[in-house]
């Protein structure tokens, strides 16, 4: 099956310190869209970030950018300068089949990110 | 900004119970979803629609149904709820002309206890 994988279920940054969050994925694919999504706790899902898979040039935005490795199949988030209000859980998605051969967006398992003051 | 909104942000029903979770959308958009998210599995895909009266399952449809009469409105339905349908459920929607895996947007969600 395809998947969405994120092999850090915790991870934790100094206050103005840079932190990179994981993620690979698996997808049949030629040409598509990668999220990083940002959900706080007891708060709305929001998205982060976006890659166009063709597109070779690192998106960005602020303090966000990703590292996108196509032939990996790895797309990483970076956050600069870390501040107390993007602690939340990060979630990484990707195309792929479900179960009932449907394209759809898979989600992976969410990265903790702590900010210590 | 697009808004997606879900009828409760708490519900507890009881085991047997028929269980009606609603979301709306605003922004005329086509997709809608809805997901389940629970610890250590991050979200799970349940159901989608592409247009009204359209539906499609997602990973995990067993036990579980859906219903668009209207475009900015998609119902989740337990049929019979049970205690292992306890989550988080999250509706989210995305925009018309784009495929069916660009961005979504989703709603603050609806934790459901069944006891």
């Known amino acids: 099956a395809q998947t969405v994988t994120q092999s850090q279920p915790e991870m934790s940054v100094q206050e103005a310190e840079t932190v990179t969050l994981s993620c690979t994925y698996d997808?049949?694919?030629?040409?598509?869209?990668l999220f990083w999504y940002k959900q706080p706790p007891s708060r709305q899902m929001i998205l982060v970030i976006r890659?166009?898979?063709?597109?070779?040039q690192n998106a960005t935005e602020n303090r966000f950018s990703v590292n996108f490795q196509k032939a990996a199949k790895s797309f990483s988030l970076k956050i600069s300068d870390s501040q107390l209000g993007d602690a939340a859980m990060y979630f990484c998605?990707?195309?792929?089949?479900?179960?009932?051969?449907?394209?759809?967006?898979?989600f992976g398992t969410g990265t903790r990110l702590t900010i210590i003051p | 900004d697009v808004k997606v909104t879900q009828s409760s942000r708490y519900l507890v029903k009881r085991t047997g119970e028929k269980v009606f979770l609603e979301c709306v959308q605003d922004m005329d958009h086509e997709n809608m979803f809805w997901y389940r998210q629970d610890p250590g599995l991050g979200l799970r895909l349940i159901y989608f629609s592409y247009d009204v009266k359209m539906k499609e399952k997602g990973d995990i449809p067993e036990g579980y149904s859906v219903s668009r009469e209207k475009k900015e409105r998609f119902s989740l339905i337990l049929e019979s709820a049970s205690t292992n349908q306890t989550s988080m459920y999250l509706c989210a929607s995305s925009p018309p002309d784009r495929a069916i895996t660009y961005e979504q947007y989703f709603g603050p969600g609806t934790r459901l206890t069944v006891t």
């Open positions: 890659q166009e898979a063709y597109k070779q």
């Open positions: 997808t049949s694919e030629s040409d598509y869209y």
């Open positions: 998605a990707s195309p792929t089949i479900s179960n009932f051969g449907n394209e759809k967006l898979t």
